[in-house]
């Protein structure tokens, strides 16, 4: 009885500092509408500041300032980055939105580790509160009492400002109606730095309490924020109370998930996330939204490549590598099989309408299945690059089942969830994939084991990639599906089963990915957690986001552009932030990507 | 010509690629009452979003009090005094009566009536007795109310109204129409769309009528009112 106790109180403990960067996530998100993933970094950038501040003062009073100073320090910057960003990218689509935060990861990551260096960090326990009491002849520390009294206390204070001030309500009358809002004279620029600031410092707040609980590192940004996406989506985006119950949830649920499965905590909040959704698609306490979400941008998937164009593309890529050295055909190899990746992710998100945060589940699972199947099974290629797709498309198409009963961020954010699952896995299920080890030593066989010959091979994939997903796109199947992304109504109402539609494309863009995993396998000769990883999935989006989302063939200019990109930059010691760099440039400055520039430019003219 | 408060001219505006207002001149001195008169989407809406900003305009001349707002944000141009009050309401279903009015709410100007939390409740007595509701639950007349309050809560020099008749029971109509007359005969500046003569008629005392975003008849509200030949051709449907 008592071990349980404890074991409840530990779960409430944690779920404080969750609280309020969900709390701060939602926030800004329920004002702005910006999912921002940036969020993570602000809870790292608070625990760093505390850190030092308790390094500067001592423990006492070191301790006692450095929760509001790294608060105030997370604001600051949260307002910059506001100001600075952000603000430029409101009306922008989804996708820029998340992808140009994500840039903001990249260069927060790079700017923590100049300052504050890689090596982890302790902190210390919190002075006046290091001891234990006894409850139940368990032994709580005293810390966590505090943190279980703060969730409430913030939610409280939280409620007031909200409920009892002219800022407070100025900030609901946004959430609800931006437009109408202005008419009466509202500022909103002034008002969404406000509350973005409010909702950075919280993030901030959240890692300064984390501190004497847990190390600082520099991979705690991305580790938070896929368990703070799942909580707000949960409690509801832009609902606080609702990101407190889930909060409370979801950290009951890995306190004593963690008895049960003690590998796969993970597993345990997906799955109670699932059946949330299923049952409340906008979560706990949220709501649907009340404008009908702003269709993806206008002319999406209408411009087309003729076939022609396509004919003579593959021709001039099966002479390339007759003038070219062997390093680019090594390059260009990497360009097609990243090509495959992020064309299954343009037509999810393009003719599909549905905007993956977490695509890279599927190209991984394509790369692990192949990979096990020859480790295990001492399989060869062939039967390894069959089982690939087939292997991602069970995965699509069980995730798919949830994932398409929800629709814009929230659909966005349970793929990646999702995502994370599968990541978790194969990390955590070391006999069987290697954990962080991962699987290597997967070579081709003999016949492709030369750069030329891989190359054609990897062609004739792209070929079938693209003959595949065109052909989709074109099909009555395709019609179907863009009918349902641009009026889900109207195609129910001809009889479109928009959600088999979606589906059916989720599975398929599934199925592309893993075939390019596959190939990936044998291309590198290994296979790590990373493929699963968040930011591989953010590395297809940043390649849809260069080529621009409304052609296939955008995504081989963006995986062209990208692994030129990232050649060039991995020479130099800052090369995430030049990368971040030149996301946000063209998040900016061309949001239709840059098959999206021309068409773009020709609009501009008339007006 | 200089003593208009409101001057608008060559105003072209529409909706992204769509262009639905060409060209369309007419300005406002300060106490005017003119009435933006048309059929179903002659533009009526659209000429008083462009004023407020909530649409795409063109290169025009758009001035209030001499200060060009062609090319301000809709909270610019609020709080220069432009009240509007929206076609559709708009009212902020989750906020309560009260927290409605507070969003409306804006410092006092010596150039206009001013409108005190009070003399709100006084002209719309109904919403002081449902000030902790929340608007949501509220009837399609006491919501038409609240918008109206919610806009004098900015204390405006000129009140741009759209269509504020629309769908309300004859009572409810005969309040509305009381209190626009109330505010008029006060000195505030009005610019009020109607589809037909409705109220408008006996409040406004000039009238532009559109015809599919271009003027189609400009001149004095009591002729038109007068004149059914001429009725029949700008405005019935
Ligand atoms: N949001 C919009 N997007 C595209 N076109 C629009 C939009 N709103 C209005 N229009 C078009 O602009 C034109 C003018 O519309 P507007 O709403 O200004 O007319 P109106 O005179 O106010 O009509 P009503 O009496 O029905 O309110 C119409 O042809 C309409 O279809
Ligand atoms: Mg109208």
Not at chain 1, 277 to 284: D, E, Q, S, T, W
Not at chain 1, 357 to 377: K, M, N, P, W
Request: net charge neutral.
């Amino acid at each position: 009885m008592g071990f349980y106790f404890a074991q409840a109180l530990t779960g409430l403990a944690s779920a404080s500092s969750l609280f309020l960067v969900a709390a701060g996530l939602s926030l800004i998100f329920g004002v702005t509408r910006v999912v921002n993933f940036a969020h993570g970094s602000l809870y790292m950038i608070g625990a760093y500041v505390a850190m030092d501040v308790i390094g500067l003062f001592g423990k006492v009073p070191g301790f006692w300032l450095a929760l509001p100073i790294a608060a105030l320090v997370s604001a600051a910057v949260g307002g910059l980055i506001e100001v600075t960003v952000l603000r430029r990218i409101y009306r922008a689509p989804e996708m820029f939105q998340l992808v140009a935060t994500f840039a903001i990861v990249l260069i927060a990551q790079d700017v923590a580790e100049w300052i504050w260096g890689v090596a982890d960090r302790f902190g210390p326990r919190a002075p006046g509160l290091s001891g234990v009491v006894t409850i139940f002849g368990e032994r709580i520390p005293e810390y966590d009492l505090f943190l279980i009294a703060m969730g409430p206390i913030t939610l409280f204070l939280l409620w007031l400002l909200f409920a009892r001030t002219r800022f407070g309500v100025l900030v609901r009358a946004a959430t609800q109606d931006r437009e109408m809002a202005a008419a009466l004279g509202v500022d909103q620029a002034k008002l969404f730095t406000a509350v973005f600031c409010l909702g950075a410092g919280l993030a901030g707040l959240g890692g300064a309490m984390q501190v004497p609980r847990d190390a600082v590192t520099l991979t705690m940004d991305l580790e938070i924020i896929a368990e703070v996406f799942v909580i707000t989506v949960v409690g509801g985006m832009g609902s606080i109370p609702g990101a407190y119950l889930a909060a409370i949830l979801i950290s009951e649920l890995n306190a004593f998930g963690i008895l049960i499965l003690p590998e796969i905590t993970l597993i345990v909040a997906f799955a109670a996330m699932a059946v949330v959704l299923v049952i409340r698609p906008y979560g706990l306490l949220g709501r649907p939204p009340s404008a009908p979400e702003t269709p993806p941008g206008p002319g999406m998937g209408t411009l087309r490549l003729p076939a022609m164009a396509w004919g003579g593309l593959f021709l001039v890529m099966a002479l390339l590598p007759l003038v070219v050295d062997q390093f680019m055909t090594v390059l260009i190899i990497d360009i097609m099989i990243l090509g495959m990746f992020a064309m299954s992710l343009q037509f999810l998100m393009g003719p599909g309408g549905m905007v993956s945060f977490g695509h890279a589940a599927y190209f991984g699972v394509g790369a692990y299945g192949a990979a096990l199947l020859v480790r295990h099974l001492e399989a060869d290629m062939g039967w390894a690059l069959a089982v690939a797709p087939v292997a991602a498309a069970a995965a699509a198409l069980f995730f798919g089942w949830f994932c398409v009963r929800l629709s814009g961020v929230y659909l966005a954010m349970l793929t990646l969830a999702a995502a994370q699952i599968v990541w978790a896995a194969a990390v955590q299920m070391q006999d069987f994939t290697g954990g962080d080890d991962g699987l290597t030593g997967i070579w081709p066989a003999k016949l492709f084991g030369d750069d030329l010959a891989f190359y054609y091979l990897a062609l004739a994939f792209a070929v079938i990639a693209v003959l595949v997903l065109r052909q989709a796109t074109r099909s009555p199947f395709g019609r179907a599906l863009t009918a349902a992304r641009d009026a889900p109504l109207r195609a129910e109402a001809l009889g479109i089963n928009v959600q088999n539609q979606q589906w059916m494309a989720f599975t398929l863009a599934g199925t592309v990915a893993g075939l390019a995993g596959g190939l990936y396998v044998f291309k590198k000769g290994s296979v790590f957690p990373d493929v699963l990883a968040i930011p591989q999935s953010v590395d297809a989006l940043i390649m849809v986001l260069l080529g621009g989302v409304d052609v296939l063939a955008g995504a081989l200019i963006g995986a062209s552009t990208f692994v030129v990109l990232e050649d060039v930059f991995n020479q130099f010691e800052a090369w995430r932030s030049m990368l971040g760099g030149v996301i946000l440039l063209i998040a900016m400055l061309a949001p239709g990507g840059m098959a999206g520039l021309g068409s773009m430019i020709r609009r501009r003219k008339p007006a | 010509m200089s003593e208009a408060m409101l001057r608008i001219e060559g105003l072209s505006a529409g909706y992204g690629p769509a262009t639905v207002l060409h060209g369309i001149s007419f300005s406002l001195a300060q106490g005017d009452s003119l009435a933006l008169l048309g059929r179903n989407g002659a533009g009526k809406s659209t000429t008083i979003k462009a004023i407020m900003g909530l649409v795409r305009r063109g290169a025009a001349t758009l001035s209030f009090d001499g200060q060009a707002i062609g090319s301000l944000p809709p909270q610019k141009i609020a709080r220069l005094g432009v009240g509007y009050v929206p076609e559709e309401r708009r009212i902020f279903a989750e906020l309560t009566v009260a927290e409605n009015l507070e969003v409306g709410r804006r410092p006092t100007r010596s150039d206009a009536p001013e409108w005190p939390e009070q003399r709100l409740y006084d002209l719309f007595p109904e919403l002081h007795a449902m000030r902790d509701r929340r608007a949501g639950r509220m009837s399609g007349g006491e919501q038409q109310m609240l918008t109206i309050a919610r806009t004098l809560a900015g204390n405006p020099r000129i009140l741009l109204l759209d269509e504020p008749a629309e769908g309300l029971a004859p009572v409810v109509l005969d309040r509305i129409a009381d209190t626009v007359a109330t505010l008029r005969a006060e000195g505030l500046t009005l610019l009020i769309a109607e589809q037909s003569l409705g109220f408008a008629a006996e409040v406004a005392s000039r009238c532009v009528v559109l015809e599919s975003g271009q003027i189609a008849h400009t001149g004095d509200m009591a002729e038109l009112a007068a004149d059914s030949a001429l009725r029949d051709r700008l405005l019935s449907v």
